[in-house]
């Protein structure tokens, strides 16, 4: 018993203790324990009041029991008494026994805050130091309102010792993350500031965790720390490695300061002043220089300590941004570091090196790594470096090099483990789909993703591939060939089978010309897999087969055959049945040409965010993937769809009747009664997400996500439906010809008020006159929107010649509306690029013979094409700095037309589409907003900030973009708001 | 910042528990069962630091002894690898070459260094010589 013979404990602790651990079992333990309890008790409980030192060993002894695991239910009064013992060894056993036992909402608290008001008065340095440490312990709110109005004075005060300087800082950082609004900085910020001067190394050591939060916080109000923290580091770094004595580490001086000084410089961009400047580049490259020095001491200490500043200037480095030099010197010692023998120090340089592969300047300096990352996903013997290299391997990828770098994480995965299978599946999805360059190669990929991983493609990589394909036609007999292919492999995952019905569906064709892949075969193949598929699957499979009736008509007699074997038409399961019935009732009766229309080649999918990238940001978390990469991603990744027919006008605005870009849907006729609502798009799913596009799909369907043909299925009876529509579609005629020569009137007057009222709105009643109300319901994603416009006749007499125009291109509604009716009429929007005008809706109707010609704005702004984006503040000022341009900027004071409320102006910037940013702009009055905007040409990054002040009841408004045209209408709209 | 430090030994047992951040009872029980879990699979070969559902831990081992640092995926890897080493030789010259024992007996007083050193989940003081003065003057007081 080590302790009890170096004589200055409590023997009785002690021998307890001792008791405990020669407990042969856990019963004989608790037997102990309760022994000991119940003595304690009665001590506690007993009529001799207790000395001091029996009470510290009591309470001692009870906090040991707390920590072997039990529950302790008594001792708290005796825990305070202690507390005002003018003993320090008893004060500290009673502060010891508060801090790990009592939880911040006890009714003790009131007794503890008076005990730590009297020691933080003492002016005994010890006992001052025991109060602070408890305050940061506990750290509750009702500490906070006791005591942060003194700490500061402490801190700052000029005879208060050195060690109580350190607690007080930290004490006061515990108590600003608990309850910022408690503590107030104001008067103190300059001298807290400047303790970053103090002589004591530990001061400033203590002091920089606060200032940097603070920072963070309140950039602005603590910048002058910036030229301090550089004039401190400049002394450390240039400082022989004994000067600072006690904070010299391994002959590295004060490593964990130094950390933390570049750890400060962090929260701000490169000094403006040119001197600070100068002077911290220099430390930099001291830095670097110092890596290359021999070491001085072979222990693992000295280079660790050295090591630990370097990569936090190399993170200073990386967070600049802006010095190609030091940026290149980084990748260049990173590098080195790649082939170190110490583990941690490749898993820090993979680490690091993945930040440095965004920067364009060090982009290029990464690549030429290349090797060695690949050798260390090879042959790292720890996962988590794997992984890191994975990571590197996917942040330095471009397009010369993607090639390799897939082919080299697909042969990984097929040892990877498991933990990291399912997001290098994504990833290996995502790169191959955002460099390919020829698509045969992106199809073998996926393929092969499916062929190794198949358990860990989630569907969105399915969904995507064969997005891909029906929206390229010069891939299409390539899939159908390998698809074909892989599917003869005797055992195919599930996936695969998935991917190959649909496609051969759809495309089979394309290789029915070779007799190895005749129709019959590849349907036999198909067939082959279904009984051991899932009834998704075997779902899909269906669909695909009714598919190849329309194909193949030589195929019919024996599809038929399938579908009316028991087993599918007596299928337990309802979907497979339903489905077995339909597709053969279908197959018998209708006639070629029908069947050919509704079985007709999928459309083109709109184009889209890959669902991928959405996916492996969730995986990682927000923030993991940043915002650039995801833009990258989407600028890059959109080559690939853009081979779908997409219509085009001069205009910004490409409007066009819904019905256009999915023609077999609408011959059911189920767009007109689609409710808005159903067309919202279920999360995470692409291909749900298109078919509600053509309808609402049938709520009993519940295999929805792999039912391709899902939009037949509720129409009862098909027959019927079919015949019905598709007449109107073809012999509608031009809407100008049929109405005579009057020209559009101009628009109303009230045109861009009504159009005001939907910038940050999206449903609403557009126009209303004593005849005629316009409703409008829309929805936006990306560059892509959809509009609904009901037009409602208020009269109870018919409405005839109804048409309506668009100054771009449109479709015709019906041409009568009854009295007391609703016509609807849906607009599919593309943002082609950034544009100021909204377009004009025309619309004429003849009433009781009158003719009425109204024009309005269709309320389509520039900002509904808004995606946010949320970001730190450290990053929003970063990005505000970096648009810093006078023509990006716009800005705009002007009076508030409503009441200032706060609810209601956060609504609004809601609204509006961008993201709302909590706790960025020091000033919690203020709003500042973040979101890109997206068209098809490019993607806008818009930063916003609303000043109210309530006062002179007038906003300042800014808005800064990278496009001068965007900046300028987005104020011009936004002014009209408030 | 950091989140909480441990020391566990081999079997699992803490020998030290900090807390830097609110957790009820059990989930610092779950939190010690799940540290434990993944650091003493690791060997020599791997890195001292792994990845722990939002943060990560830091880790070293002494002899039996794991001392586990959990702090923010943004902090400083080797500052606070070798924090956990100042920590240890500060323990070691305090306790006159330290072992498991001394912690176990002088549990008290292991909460007493760990507050010079780490204070509100950061770095107080990296002295090795300041923080033993004043461990010495408070072994002096009574």
């Known amino acids: 018993m080590p302790a009890v013979s170096k004589g200055d404990g409590m023997r009785g602790l002690a021998v307890f203790i001792s008791d405990i651990r020669n407990c042969k079992s856990k019963e004989a333990e608790i037997k102990r324990i309760n022994k000991e309890l119940a003595n304690i008790r009665s001590k506690f409980k007993g009529d001799k009041a207790l000395d001091g030192y029996s009470k510290k060993k009591y309470v001692c002894k009870l906090l040991f029991i707390f920590l072997l695991g039990h529950d302790i239910d008594f001792g708290h009064m005796e825990a305070v008494n202690l507390l005002s013992s003018n003993k320090y060894t008893e004060k500290q056993i009673g502060y010891l026994f508060i801090s790990v036992l009592v939880n911040s909402n006890s009714e003790l608290i009131r007794l503890i805050n008076n005990a730590i008001k009297n020691d933080l008065a003492s002016r005994n340095p010890t006992f001052m130091c025991l109060a602070l440490h408890c305050i940061a312990n506990v750290g509750s709110r009702e500490m906070a309102e006791a005591f942060a109005g003194e700490i500061p004075r402490i801190l700052v005060a000029g005879d208060t010792m050195d060690s109580v300087k350190q607690s007080a800082a930290l004490c006061l950082l515990r108590l600003y993350k608990t309850s910022p609004d408690l503590v107030l900085m104001g008067e103190w910020t300059s001298r807290v500031v400047h303790l970053l001067n103090d002589q004591h190394m530990g001061v400033v050591t203590a002091a920089i965790s606060l200032i940097t939060c603070l920072s963070q916080k309140n950039p602005d109000e603590f910048k002058t720390c910036v030229s301090l923290a550089v004039s401190r580091l400049s002394r450390i770094v240039s400082s022989a490695s004994t000067d600072l004595q006690d904070y010299t580490y391994y002959f590295v001086p004060a490593p964990w300061l130094s950390c933390k000084l570049l750890r400060l410089l962090q929260c701000y961009p490169p000094p403006e002043d040119g001197a600070v400047k100068g002077r911290l580049v220099e430390c930099l490259e001291t830095i670097l220089n110092k890596a290359q020095e021999p070491p001085k001491s072979k222990k693992v200490q000295h280079s660790n300590a050295k090591n630990a500043i370097l990569f936090e200037a190399i993170s200073l480095i990386i967070h600049y941004d802006s010095e190609p030099n030091l940026l290149v010197r980084a990748c260049n010692q990173l590098g080195q570091f790649l082939q170190h023998r110490e583990t941690n120090l490749r898993y820090l340089a993979l680490e690091s090196m993945c930040t440095l592969a965004s920067s364009e300047f060090s982009h290029e300096a990464v690549k030429t790594h290349i090797e060695t990352v690949i050798n260390a996903l090879k042959t790292e013997r720890d996962v988590s470096v794997r992984q890191r290299a994975a990571d590197l391997l996917y942040a330095m990828c471009d397009r010369s090099n993607a090639k390799q770098i897939v082919a080299e994480m697909l042969s990984y995965l097929e040892t990877a483990d498991y933990s990291i299978r399912e997001e290098m599946v994504l990833k290996v999805a995502i790169l191959a789909e955002k460099y390919a360059v020829d698509y045969s190669w992106y199809v073998d990929t996926i393929l092969n993703l499916i062929r190794i991983a198949g358990d860990y493609v989630s569907e969105e990589v399915w969904y995507r591939v064969i997005q891909i394909v029906i929206n390229r036609d010069d891939v299409q007999g390539y899939a159908a060939k390998t698809v074909f292919e892989a599917l003869q492999a005797p055992a195919c995952h599930e996936n695969m089978v998935k991917v190959g019905g649909y496609i051969l569906g759809e495309f089979g064709n394309l290789i029915a010309g070779d007799p190895r892949s005749s129709p019959l075969i590849q349907f036999n193949l198909l067939h082959s897999k279904f009984h051991l598929c899932s009834v998704p699957t075997r779902a899909l499979l269906l669909s695909a087969y009714i598919k190849f009736i329309n194909l193949f008509p030589e195929t019919k007699p024996t599809i038929q055959e399938v579908l009316r074997s028991d087993s599918q038409i007596r299928n337990s399961d309802v979907e497979l049945q339903q489905r077995a019935v339909e597709y053969l009732k279908l197959s018998s009766i209708a006639s070629t040409d029908v069947l050919a229309t509704v079985l007709e080649e999928m459309p083109p999918f709109p184009e889209r965010e890959s669902s991928i990238l959405a996916k492996l940001k969730k995986k990682k978390g927000p923030g993991a993937v940043s915002v650039s990469e995801l833009e990258d991603g989407k600028r890059e990744g959109g080559e690939l769809n853009g081979g779908g027919e997409r219509v085009t006008d001069a205009s910004a605005i490409a409007a066009s009747n819904a019905s256009t870009p999915s023609p077999s849907a609408d011959l059911l006729g189920l767009r007109s009664a689609a409710p808005v609502g159903s067309a919202a798009p279920s999360a995470g799913s692409l291909l749900v997400d298109v078919f509600s596009e053509a309808g609402p799909v049938a709520p009993s369907s519940g295999v929805t996500d792999d039912n391709f043909l899902s939009d037949l299925e509720p129409a009862t009876e098909p027959s019927d439906t079919l015949l019905v529509e598709a007449p109107t579609e073809s012999d509608s005629t031009p809407s100008s010809s049929s109405l005579g020569s009057e020209d559009p009137a101009p628009p109303l007057p009230e045109s861009d008020e009504l159009l005001n009222k939907f910038v940050c709105k999206n449903n609403g009643v557009l126009f209303e006159n004593q005849l005629l109300q316009i409703g409008i319901k829309s929805e936006y994603r990306q560059n892509l929107g959809r509009m609904y416009l009901f037009y409602g006749n208020k009269t109870s007499v018919q409405f005839v010649s109804f048409t309506t125009a668009l100054n771009v291109q449109t479709k015709p509604v019906e041409p009568l509306v009854e009295g007391g009716a609703q016509v609807q009429q849906v607009i599919n929007i593309e943002c082609l690029s950034d544009f100021i005008e909204a377009p004009l809706l025309n619309i004429k109707f003849r009433y009781g013979g009158a003719l009425q010609n109204i024009t309005l704005k269709l309320p389509v702004t520039i900002n509904k094409f808004f995606q946010p984006t949320e970001m730190a503040s450290q990053d929003f000022f970063q990005r505000w700095k970096q648009l810093s341009l006078p023509q990006q900027e716009a800005q705009k004071i002007f009076k508030a037309n409503n009441a200032m409320d706060t609810e209601v102006l956060k609504a609004k910037l809601l609204g509006l589409g961008t993201a709302l940013l909590e706790n960025v702009d020091p000033n919690p009055e203020n709003f500042v907003c973040a979101g890109v905007i997206q068209t098809k040409a490019q993607q806008v990054g818009c930063l916003l900030r609303l000043e109210p002040n309530a006062q002179a009841q007038m906003y300042r408004l800014t808005l800064r973009s990278s496009k001068d045209t965007v900046s300028k209408r987005l104020c011009e709209l936004l002014a009209q708001q408030f | ?142």
């Open chain 2, 1 to 142: 910042m950091i989140r909480f430090i441990l020391i566990q030994n081999r079997a699992g047992k803490t020998r030290l528990a900090k807390w830097y951040m609110q957790f009820d009872d059990d989930e610092k029980q779950k939190l010690i069962e799940e540290v434990h879990a993944v650091v003493t699979v690791r060997d020599a070969k791997h890195t001292n630091f792994v990845e722990f559902r939002s943060f990560k831990i830091i880790y070293r081992r002494y002899a039996g002894l794991y001392f586990c640092i959990c702090v923010d995926v943004t902090d400083n890897n080797l500052a606070y690898l070798e924090a956990i080493h100042n920590f240890v030789e500060v323990l070691n010259e305090y306790f006159h070459n330290v072992c498991e024992l001394d912690l176990v007996f002088n549990f008290y007083k292991v909460y007493t260094v760990v507050d010079e050193m780490f204070l509100a989940g950061e770095i107080r003081e990296t002295s090795q010589t300041k923080v033993l003065k004043q461990l010495l003057m408070l072994q002096s007081l009574d």
